[in-house]
């Protein structure tokens, strides 16, 4: 992904303009970086299947990058008069991070809302007792 591409991908690519494309670039392989280093072989595999397409690998990849670059100062709230709004607190925190939706999209699933493997006891005996 470039930052040319970037700016493609989203109406709100003027929100690109304060920032300098060296830092544009940075963030970009950041959010690449982590991807790969998170998920690389299953990636690779649903990209050479088809199943994630190159188009939507670089859109997740925007995605991410996005959040990070919208609200650089972190700020989660603001208010003028009557009207105001407020961010999550991730989103506003500026950290980079992959929503349920990008997991989806980048590796088939969201780890997070899978179940979890439980411990099963084999003994009458409860522990501490």
Known sequence: MTVSQLRAMH???DELDEFTNEYLVGKIQTVIDKAQGRWGDRIAARLASGHLTAHL?????GEAVFRVVR???GFR???EGNYGYERSAVVA????FFSSENMIDLIGYDPGATS?????RTS???GGV
């Open 93 to 96: 925190g500026g950290w980079l």
């Open 116 to 120: 979890k493997i439980g411990t099963a």
């Open 71 to 73: 609200n650089p100062d």
């Open 124 to 126: 009458r005996y409860r």
């Open 77 to 79: 709230r603001e208010n």
């Open 57 to 61: 690998y670089a859109e997740t990849i």
């Open 11 to 13: 109406e709100s690519a």
